[in-house]
Structure formats: C-alpha cells, structure tokens
C-alpha cells in the first residue's frame, strides 16, 4: 500500500494557476491508480482526475482547464490548474487503487488517500 501526502494548495486571485503535487511513498507506485478529488465542506467528494498507470491515460471533470502528470521515479503525481475560478474551492486529496476499471471517478474505488491541501480561489 502508498501512503499520500498533498502539497501545493494555497489562496490565488480568479483567473489564476495552481499546481498541486502528491507524494507517495510505499512499493510499486508505478502500478497504481492515482486520482485527484475535491470536497466542499458539507457536499460530496468529487471526482476531479485520474491517471492509468498502463498508458498514463488520463480523464477530467474540466479537461480544457486540468492536466494530470505522473513522475514514477520521483514518485510523484501533479495537478496543473489553470484558470481557476471560485467554484473550483475545495479540499483536493489525491487517492490510489490498483484496480484499473472504468470507474475512476468512483472514492470507494480508491485504497489510500492523502490528507488533502486547501485551495481557494477569490473573486
């Protein structure tokens, strides 16, 4: 099993550009699913991105504004976000799996997650 720790978040103007990073740590990271959720206090965990470690296939909720990076050497996962907007305010954790189905998008998909970095993005 990985063990995940976010970093990254932080309070930026609208319009702006945030990269979270996702440190992992463990055995066999290169074999795992990494996902990106976000959550506002008092509403459901979403799911925000993820990557195959197959083909490093990625998937988004906003594809024209997200990219998702892998460094399996590093053992890290990113989270490039640009063009923020207030709604995109929330606690984001990244989460892993071995499982490679299509329900990516699914946290009872995931194993282990990090303990999540705030974002909040002013109007």
């Known amino acids: 099993e990985v063990q995940l720790v976010e970093s990254g978040g932080g309070l930026v103007k609208a319009g702006g550009s945030l990269r979270l990073s996702c440190a992992a740590s463990?055995?066999?990271?290169?074999?795992?699913?990494i996902g990106w959720f976000r959550q506002v206090s008092g509403k459901k965990r979403e799911a925000v991105s993820h990557?195959?470690?197959?083909?490093?296939s990625t998937h988004y909720l906003d594809s024209g504004r997200f990219s998702m990076s892998r460094d399996n050497v590093e053992k890290m996962v990113y989270l490039q976000m640009n063009v923020l907007k207030p709604e995109d305010t929330a606690v984001y954790y990244c989460?892993?799996?071995?499982?490679?189905?299509?329900?990516?998008?699914?946290?009872?998909?995931?194993?282990?997650w990090g303990q999540g970095t705030q974002v909040t993005v002013s109007s």
């Open positions: 990557i195959d470690p197959r083909n490093e």
């Open positions: 463990g055995d066999n990271f290169d074999a795992y699913t």
């Open positions: 989460a892993a799996t071995l499982d490679y189905g299509d329900s990516w998008y699914r946290e009872d998909e995931y194993d282990s």
